[in-house]
């Protein structure tokens, strides 16, 4: 029985490949997670006020379940280069 020998190249690319920067990263999407945070905040700030600040902590958990569910869509309807929303183009036609 013959054996076969696979020769593999280890030579480098000639493209050099650029690094992530990783902490770059995760500071921008530690500061989005933020400003998210403080949108839904804010959010379920006027929730609260709209209802006069009465009720008890089930209310409060439900101010602040609704106004994440509301930043969240919000969030979402970025366009794909993440600058312009959505519905500004809606309204704009």
Do not use: C
């Not at 008890?56 to 969030?75: F, R, V």
């Not at 312009?84 to 809606?90: G, R, V």
Request: hydrophobic share 35%.
């Amino acid at each position: 029985m013959q054996s076969e020998v696979i020769e593999i190249s280890t030579k480098k690319s000639s493209t050099p490949r650029r690094r992530k920067n990783t902490h770059t990263d995760q500071s921008i999407n530690a500061s989005k997670e933020l400003d998210r945070q403080e949108m839904i905040a804010t959010a379920a700030y006027y929730r609260a006020e709209k209802r006069g600040f009465s009720g008890n902590a089930a209310d409060t958990l439900q101010d602040w379940l609704e106004a994440e569910m509301e930043i969240d869509n919000e969030l979402n309807m970025f366009d794909l280069n993440g600058k312009d929303f959505a519905f500004l183009k809606n309204k704009a036609e």
